[in-house]
């Protein structure tokens, strides 16, 4: 009877979204959307109105401000720490600027042994500490129910830019450097894992409860070489905050093959992205981890009708059962009407609330 007690007081007390990830029993599908804070939110444009991205990630109360205003407005069931993914390059020594209407711009480039071996990962937890002044900032005011999720760019992915500089179409300086020097691509990708393990540990310290790698990259590896230059290394993180006691998702980009091969990583939950069938993805993967995703980000242009009818179909594979956690399947995109957020957050609610009470 205590035990059964002990055990009720526990899952009510332990937020929904870690409970979904360790696959125990939840009433309801939690919900939280990649890229939740940013450009769609009016907040969030009027905020930037006055100061600039970097500005934003750098001074703790804005980056907070800017994490809690997607809470505010639709009660998520996690935040996800307003950073960016390129804040190791800079920290690493490479320039990083936001053009306006561009993107991300790296310099200078990575594209030989002279241009890494200035670079070390010693000391970045210092450089970064912004980071750590963001989390407890955050931490402050978040609810306790509400997990707040640190994240860090895959070694692959962080390596794309700064190879490239820049976002890519082809990809064609890290793929030459992939094929001409593999040696100095894996000595980039050392450097970089260790720099994101030192980083992650640092926002564990801090205060974050889950952490979510984007290996948003990942996908254009052919699949045979995904394993060694990118899975491996996102392993490698796992394995290093394995005795910390919380979640680590992997997100790779780029489809079912990419499931299977990450399937055994030690992951507690893997991100399927929005072209993949998350039924399949379910029969590959979520036996091994639990399952976030996966709605189509352009599906929120979409009436009320069609809206539901995904929010249904996506919530249908899981039914009842534990194990998954709802999603876009990639970044909401900056011109989403903040209405049409709201009614997604809703029908996630109303819909999986439904089919666990039916069950
Ligand atoms: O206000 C602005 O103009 C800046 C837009 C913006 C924002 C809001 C950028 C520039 N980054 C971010 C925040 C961000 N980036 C977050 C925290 C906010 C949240 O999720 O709510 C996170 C987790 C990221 C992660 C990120 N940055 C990724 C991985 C996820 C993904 O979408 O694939 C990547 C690839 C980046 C690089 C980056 N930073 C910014 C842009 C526009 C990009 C993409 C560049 C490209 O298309 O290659």
Not at 266 to 292: H, I, K, P, Y
Not at 333 to 354: C, G, H, K, M, T
Request: glycine fraction near 6%; hydrophobic fraction near 45%; aromatic fraction near 8%.
């Amino acid at each position: 009877m205590r035990i059964w007690i002990e055990e009720v007081y526990m899952n009510s007390a332990s937020p929904l979204f870690l409970r979904a990830i360790r696959k125990e029993a939840v009433d309801r599908t939690p919900l939280w959307m990649m890229r939740q804070a940013g450009r769609y939110l009016p907040e969030y444009r009027e905020l930037r109105q006055k100061y600039d991205f970097l500005t934003v990630c750098k001074t703790p109360e804005l980056a907070a401000e800017v994490t809690l205003q997607p809470l505010r407005r639709f009660g998520f069931d996690a935040a996800i720490l307003f950073s960016d993914i390129l804040v190791i390059p800079e920290a690493l020594g490479q320039e990083l600027r936001f053009a306006k209407n561009h993107g991300p711009l790296l310099n200078p480039v990575v594209r030989s042994a002279e241009d890494l071996a200035t670079m070390s990962a010693e000391g970045i937890e210092e450089k970064l500490d912004y980071v750590a002044g963001a989390i407890q900032e955050i931490n402050r005011h978040l609810d306790p129910q509400v997990p707040l999720i640190g994240f860090s760019g895959s070694p692959w992915t962080l390596a794309v830019y700064m190879i490239e500089g820049q976002g890519s179409k082809n990809f064609q300086n890290v793929k030459k450097m992939l094929y001409t020097d593999p040696e100095l691509m894996h000595q980039l990708l050392d450097l970089l894992t260790d720099a994101v393990i030192r980083y992650v540990k640092m926002q564990v310290q801090a205060g974050v409860k889950a952490l979510q790698i984007f290996d948003t990259w990942g996908g254009i590896l052919p699949i045979p070489l995904f394993q060694e230059y990118s899975a491996r290394y996102m392993q490698k993180i796992i394995d290093a905050v394995q005795s910390e006691d919380l979640p680590v998702t992997l997100f790779s980009k780029g489809g079912i093959a990419l499931l299977e091969e990450l399937k055994d990583s030690g992951a507690a939950m893997l991100g399927v992205d929005w072209g993949t069938d998350l039924a399949r993805a379910r029969s590959v993967a979520g036996a091994n981890a639990a399952l976030q995703g996966n709605l189509d980000p352009a599906l929120l242009y979409g009436s009320k009708k069609v809206i539901a009818r995904e929010v249904e179909r996506c919530l249908q594979v899981f039914g009842a059962e534990s194990g998954h956690v709802c999603n876009l399947g990639h970044g909401i995109l900056p011109d989403i009407p903040v209405d049409n957020v709201a009614f997604f957050v809703d029908q996630v609610r109303e819909i999986s609330s439904r089919l666990h009470k039916s069950a």
